[in-house]
């Protein structure tokens, strides 16, 4: 069955005949890429990563090591999320606005090297969460060849493992805005404080984290697997967190979650 997928997947990247990737250095984008290149060669694949401040910047080095590693041809662009209208106030479509800006960008450069067609790495699994870039990819006609194929994150990973690609294991990663609670203000200052947050937590160990933002206080996430590591280095995640900024500083019981602050979403919809 995954060798199906993984051929229909080269049917359909054969059938585009060149393609941009949206690349981020994630698992999905760089299995998409792996891919690409590998069905249609380099010269017909292009690697775009935006550079913005919702991207940390270990991330954006990742992105850089990774393209060179699959001697991709790879370009990075500047984009500035905080200055799109509607961003910033952190509504449930922000996404959308942070999509549509990509896209935006990036189309100036397809045209200038005669590329036709746009991709990201959307995937199954991403289908049943709430997600208003999809909607931007459909406006701007983009797209999601490893969602078209039914390919969901575990089959991903598999997949990329068995191709050698260093990062198969990669946890998942999402902008940082995505750790602050909707309605609330993203500034400069919240993003590169969620940034230093979670690098902190991850130089002692752990891999797996998420430090969600509501107000003056942080309620970091992790695997349950790594809860007794967090609570061994309480003391240490504490001061840090509270130099950083935040007042008071929780464990989630619930542990990590992708997209939990999109609960709060299902719940209004659900709610009489």
Known sequence: MLEQKYAALQRSLLALGDVVIAFSGGVDS??????????LGRDKVLAVTADSETYPREELREARQ???????????????????????ENTPDRCYFC??????????????????????GLIADDMGEHRPGTRAAREYRVRAP??????Y??????????????????PSFACLS????YGEEITLAKLRRIDESER?????????????THGEM????????????????????????????????????????????????????QSP
């Open 153 to 170: 994150k575990e089959e991903i990973r598999t997949l990329a493992q068995g191709l050698g690609l260093p990062n198969w294991d990669k």
């Open 200 to 212: 902190f937590i991850r130089s002692l160990g752990i891999r797996q984290v998420r430090v969600r």
């Open 99 to 120: 999509k549509k800006n990509l896209f935006d960008n990036i189309l100036p450069l397809m045209t200038a090297r005669r590329y036709h067609n746009l991709a990201f």
């Open 178 to 181: 995505s750790r602050v609670v």
């Open 146 to 151: 490893l969602q078209e194929v039914d390919l």
């Open 66 to 88: 990774l393209a060179a590693w699959l001697d991709a041809q790879h370009e990075v662009i500047a984009t500035s999320e905080l200055g799109i209208a509607g961003y910033a």
């Open 218 to 269: 942080a309620r970091i996430e992790v695997e349950p697997a790594a809860m007794s590591r967090l609570l061994e280095c309480h003391e240490q995640i504490l001061q840090r967190l509270r130099t950083l900024g935040y007042e008071w500083v929780a464990m989630d019981l619930g542990g990590y979650q992708s997209g939990s602050l999109n609960r709060i979403l299902v719940r209004e919809i």
């Open 30 to 39: 760089t299995f998409l890429l792996k891919a690409a290149i590998d069905t």
